[in-house]
């Protein structure tokens, strides 16, 4: 799992490195990314979720295409109070807390449909998501933590800030990491919000 680690840091340092090169110019977003857990993530934490931040770089390969990558991490929680548990005669009580941390690490591409200063677009990522959960009942909890491959298509709009080089960016994207040997699959509905830089 290291070398999944390795590969992944060095494709989002060269798709970084891509967009400088690129022939017009490009785009970054730094985005506040809020979540919305999704199938079998929300039986393990259905709440929705401001914690997150996000940032990727974009750069031209023509006039509608971009290449880039992205870095991000969002964080879920939940507090369910105190609770008792029983089972095969044991009986637990204690408060339960559950938290999902997820860093995904990904090359993304993107279609934008205008050519004025709105720039709607389409795009996906792929790559590497680091995830960890823990399961708290009391001061024990189990942990589960993993590489896992996720791809994140997503819809989007940058819209500039009167004729300036920034604005704001709003996008909603589906995250989704594949289950692992020992882990499960991850999911959420992502709503990202921030400042947009066109260079």
Do not use: C
Request: proline share 3%; charged share 15%.
């Amino acid at each position: 799992m290291k070398k999944i680690k390795y590969i992944s840091i060095l494709v989002l340092l060269l798709s970084f490195g891509f967009s400088g090169y690129s022939q017009g110019g490009g785009i970054w977003n730094f985005q506040w990314a809020m979540g919305l857990p999704l199938g079998s993530t929300s039986d393990f934490i259905g709440q929705f979720s401001v914690r997150g931040f996000g940032i990727d770089g974009r750069g031209y390969v023509t006039d509608r295409i971009t290449v880039g990558g992205r870095a991000a991490w969002n964080t879920f929680y939940e507090n369910s109070g105190w609770v008792t548990e029983s089972s095969d005669n044991i009986t637990i009580n204690g408060y339960k807390r559950r938290y999902i941390n997820a860093v995904p690490l990904t090359v993304n591409s993107h279609y934008y449909f205008g050519s004025g200063l709105v720039l709607p677009y389409i795009g996906v990522g792929l790559g590497a998501y680091y995830i960890e959960t823990r399961d708290f009942m009391g001061i024990y909890y189990l942990r589960e933590k993993a590489w896992h491959f996720g791809v994140a298509p997503e819809v989007g709009v940058v819209i500039p800030f009167g004729n300036s080089n920034t604005g704001i960016n709003f996008a909603v994207k589906y995250n989704y990491a594949a289950k692992t040997k020992d882990t499960r699959e991850i999911s959420w509905l992502e709503i990202d919000l921030g400042i947009a830089y066109v260079f």
